[in-house]
């Protein structure tokens, strides 16, 4: 639990580019800084069976964004998108979280 908590903090140190980088009128996920916040939360949590919503969480990413999950101590792993969302997949069905499903949500 203690590597998706940090890896959703880590993602939101990235998403705000999402912002910068929309046409003139972004999609209702990235018009601010709380629409992110709460479309991340809603892509990355999942029922039972399920998985996240990879599609929906793509959108908030900038072209060629890198994520940088945790790792062993002093070292450093760097993520696509797509290798992302296939680790976190693969994370999920080894810890049963497809069979148990996963949620988030803001707290404060």
Not at 27 to 50: H, Q, R
Not at 72 to 97: G, K, M
């Amino acid at each position: 639990m203690e590597v998706l908590s940090f890896t959703v903090f880590s993602c939101l140190l990235i998403l705000p580019l999402a912002v910068f980088t929309q046409s003139p009128d972004p999609p209702a996920d990235v018009a601010s800084v709380d629409a992110i916040i709460n479309a991340l939360y809603e892509g990355i949590s999942f029922k039972p069976g399920g998985i996240s919503d990879w599609n929906q969480l793509r959108t908030l990413f900038s072209p060629g964004a890198r994520l940088i999950p945790p790792a062993a101590p002093n070292s450093i792993v760097v993520l696509s998108f797509e290798e992302f969302a296939e680790r976190s997949t693969q994370y999920a069905d080894e810890h049963r979280f497809r069979a148990n499903g996963f949620s988030k949500r803001e707290v404060a």
